[in-house]
């Protein structure tokens, strides 16, 4: 009789653990199907051209006493076409991509005295490869790394005698719409596992703005929804911004050496940054393997202060908004 309950006891126990065993992966597939899974995928010699926008308010409040307006304010901008032509694909490991600024110009109110123009010129009708793996990272920048530090000469003044004074330029601009061009999708941990609705996971992104001065910003992306379209699925990353405390390795240097900076920016120095916030929504196209647009919008909050050890430095507030559409056609 012991022996038939213990029997009927282990049959109850191996059925519940083999239910439970079923039960676990029943789960575990629905949890897969409400996964997404982010490629970026390219079709050999099928151009596709983006517009990429970055404008910026700069005010300078200064304090009461001073000589100066009690606010003045800046204005910058540069719009750029750029056209990425696959060479060689291969959807299982790098493909290598042709870059080429069909477009490039930028502006400045009140204007540079730069006789030819921002530095940033550089770049128009300039060419460049790079290679790229199946999750948007971009694996080797070698040949845009090597056009940096050529646009960076560019900004500096020639034939002058006061040593080296660099002009105001939007080269980073550029540099942060190209550097981490697929950056939500590349920067996802564990790829191979998917993204689930309400998920969210972090990355670092560059901060282009007048001064000199080698900063990052904090994102944490979630992805917020996907919605059907003709064009396939579409998912819409959400984005928050933050003040990152270090910059990452590897990012390029513009410039080597000592100069002077002209105009406004070159009179102050010390800058802190006290404060960065904002938000920005790209939707990704999920069945193309491709980025549809993007727009972040932020403002960092800073504080300098004046050369010679004067008072009065001011309150800076910067109010930035970077924008990319893929263009038809």
């Avoid at 270090?246 to 940054?273: A, C, D, E, H, N």
């Amino acid at each position: 009789m012991k022996g038939l309950k213990l029997k009927k006891a282990l049959v109850f126990l191996i059925s519940a653990a083999l239910l439970t065993l079923a039960g676990c992966e029943a789960k575990q597939e629905e949890e897969k199907e409400n996964k997404e899974f982010f490629s970026v995928d390219f079709q050999e010699n099928q151009t596709l051209r983006y517009r990429f926008v970055s404008n910026r308010e700069i005010q300078t409040k200064w304090p009461s006493g001073t000589s100066k307006k009690s606010a003045e304010k800046d204005y910058e901008t540069v719009e750029m076409t750029v056209a990425y032509t696959p060479v060689k694909v291969d959807p299982y490991g790098l493909t290598t991509i042709k870059a080429t600024c069909e477009k490039i110009r930028a502006s400045r109110r009140p204007g540079s005295n730069m006789a030819k123009g921002d530095a940033v010129a550089y770049f128009g009708k300039k060419s460049y490869t790079f290679t790229v793996n199946p999750a948007g990272e971009i694996v080797d920048n070698s040949e845009l790394y090597e056009l940096i530090p050529e646009a960076g000469k560019k900004a500096f003044r020639s034939g002058t005698k006061k040593g080296r004074i660099k002009e105001p330029d939007m080269i980073w601009d550029y540099i942060t719409t190209q550097w981490l061009l697929w950056d939500s999708v590349s920067s996802i941990e564990k790829p191979a596992d998917g993204v689930s609705i309400g998920q969210s996971w972090k990355s670092k992104l560059p901060i282009p703005i007048p001064m000199v001065m080698r900063e990052a910003r904090g994102v944490t992306y979630t992805l917020d929804e996907i919605t059907e379209s003709e064009k396939g699925r579409l998912a819409v990353i959400k984005s928050s911004f933050s003040h990152a405390s270090s910059v990452p390795k590897g990012w390029p240097i513009l410039y080597t050496g000592s100069f002077q900076m002209s105009g406004k920016f070159g009179f102050l120095m010390r800058y802190r940054i006290q404060n960065l916030s904002g938000e920005g929504k790209e939707i990704f196209n999920i069945d193309a393997g491709r980025i549809e647009e993007y727009n972040h919008t932020y403002e960092i909050k800073m504080k300098a202060s004046l050369r010679m050890g004067l008072r009065g430095g001011p309150e800076i507030t910067i109010k930035q908004r970077l924008t990319m559409k893929l263009l038809k056609g």
